[in-house]
């Protein structure tokens, strides 16, 4: 039987022995930590579209009992998620999905297909996300918002709610990293660039 203890290691690489890795499809970096009954590239989660392309895990990232990330479709061939992640309890990333460096995904966190998450958000337990989304740098989405395909989800802000209602903007979340609301002016632009860019992807 396998236990709490059980671990091995592929390089640098903590990995739990019930976890479960594709590794013909993931391509991982350096330090991670991947917790009991992980699922990293199982088939994406679409009627009509087939599995294809990679999963990129990049270092540092925490994950928790449970999550499971989902292969790309041919929409971007890519599953990403950068450096520095805690992703807790069950939550989902689903194909296609970007996070980016430092973003925090609490438990039963569920993304959409094609969800963009850019650098140091926080998402709450139990947060859902519309597929197509792309969420600001410096969020704080709090527990049970439910995100919806007609919000726009700029930097450095607050939403909570169902369907999300904006809160205000993260102060404490900007003073915590050394930046101010003006600060987030360029992360604005870049996430608009993020939309454009995804925006030209067409299935095959």
Not at 28 to 48: F, H, L, R, V
Not at 56 to 71: H, K, L, P, T, Y
Not at 140 to 160: C, D, E, Q, V
Not at 179 to 184: A, E, G, N, P
């Amino acid at each position: 039987m396998v236990g709490f203890n059980d671990w091995y290691y592929e390089g640098t690489n903590k990995i739990h022995k019930t976890a479960l890795i594709n590794w013909d499809v993931v391509k991982m970096g350096e330090n991670n930590i991947i917790g009991p009954y992980t699922c990293i590239g199982t088939d994406a989660q679409s009627i009509k579209d087939e599995s294809t392309g990679v999963i990129s895990i990049g270092n540092n990232n925490i994950f928790r009992e449970a999550v499971s990330v989902n292969m790309p479709t041919g929409w971007s061939k890519l599953t990403a998620i950068e450096d520095n992640c805690y992703l807790m309890i069950n939550s989902n990333i689903a194909h296609d999905c970007y996070v980016e460096s430092n973003c925090i995904i609490s438990n039963n966190a569920a993304f959409g297909g094609h969800v963009y998450l850019m650098k140091n958000t926080n998402v709450g337990y139990s947060v859902s996300i519309h597929q197509f989304q792309v969420i600001g740098s410096y969020c704080m989405l709090g527990m049970g918002t439910i995100i919806p395909k007609n919000r726009n989800i700029t930097s450095g802000t607050k939403w909570a709610g169902n369907p999300a209602k904006l809160m205000g903007k993260n102060e404490v979340g900007l003073k915590r990293n050394g930046l101010d609301v003006s600060d987030m002016v360029s992360e604005d632009k870049r996430r608009q660039s993020i939309i454009d860019e995804r925006s030209k992807y067409n299935y095959e």
